[in-house]
């Protein structure tokens, strides 16, 4: 869909609504209208927005705007309006297009004063179903409750491993193939080492909240390496707090590597099934069968581990009701302490954006479907909607959604979410957010996403924090 915009500077929010109604598409922006565009105006006279198909005016919307006018907010709707009287469907979340519509929750339930201004902005300005406003306002007060626990000027740790036994069908991380990397993992560590050591010395007497360890697949070192890794975290930094390994493929954990991370004092780890039914396993590309999955829940619950994570994916290809009720008996039968239920996203770097036309994925009705159906089992596992996030492509534009048992809220997920803390991130593809809490100005630092890369650039990838990190200490994000 191409666009013609004038009198502001909005347009990748223009694009961002024009994703909810014609995903996938390439937008185009022009220098002037054409036959077949959407037009977004700010002009002295207020907002104009106009659909223009087959040289025709084909629907339009126009809003008064003066000094106080949300610009930004009211040509989103404009365009949403106008595009919504032409081309009308259901949109579960309306005409919201970021990804995090709890934020927004918190922030209206302040702004307008009370749980039920927030709902009804919620349902009148931005037309929001009302199941997804409960579930805003639900995920929002979770947050808040968890939040309270949280550590003042802190900041969260992230550390990258980036490979994988297999690349999942669906995959658009930083993740290298294990078989045909095995041999610079090594190396990769030794450069890692390099980078945690130069983190820990420059944040000396600052406090973790959280450290993660994500991928990739952590769990996919051997144990040495595994222990290596841990003894170069522990060893810079002090650390007693939230600490979470991710163990993602469940047929690269051994009961040694468990024993490893036990012994480290981590009691979170994630272990993702993804589905429990063998054919969409292979079929998606992952090695391991349901039964690796149980045993390596098993194995984790025999070792202690106090806090398992699984993930799974909703809306993946061949799969319906009867598959994913399925998956949620497997996992109710397991109680673990927190399940993520993602919706399936067709991401442009995965395979499956690829070859997509050889498969036939779950339609809006049915996703909708699903996603009550987690709902109504994470109730039944006792467990409540903590964090939730939005990504572009995702099949019907719905949500993911982690939820926990009451008091095992993960930190780490929340901070990512709100963009409140300072987050280092070392390791390959690691992208450092660090936020100045006087201007709420964040600077983000890019590590390189290759793995042949960060091993030759190492050094630059040091230079970059240490000027990163130096700029937190100019700006007092937070005290020391
Ligand atoms: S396990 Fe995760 S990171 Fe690894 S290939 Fe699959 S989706 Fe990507």
Redesign the pocket.
Known sequence: MDYFTEGHSYADDIISVLQLFFPNSVYTRLDAPSENCVVSRLGDDGIYTCLILNGVRAAENRIAADSKTDIKRELKLSLYKTLMSRFPRELPWGALTGVRPAKLASSLIKTEGSRQAAADALKNIYFVRDDKVRLALEVSENEEKALEKCIPDSVGLYIGIPF?PT??L??S?T?YPLEKYRSRTDAYLDCLKREIELCGYNLRGVPIESVYIG???PTALDEKQLYRLLTYISGSFDINCEFTVEA??PDTLTEEKLRIIKSFGIDRISINPQTLNDKTLRLIGRQHTSSDFFRAFETARRMNIGHINCDVILGLPGEGEDEVVHTFDGLKSLAPESLTVHTLAVKRASRLRETLEEYSLADFGLMDSLLALSRRYAGEMGLIPYYMYRQKNMVGNFENVSYCLPGHECIYNIRIMEENQTIIAMGCGGSTKIVDRNTDRIERIFNVKSVDDYIARTDEMLDRKIKGLNWRKETDSYAE
């Open positions: 994988c690349r999942c669906y995959c991380f993740s991928g990739g697949t993602g493929r």
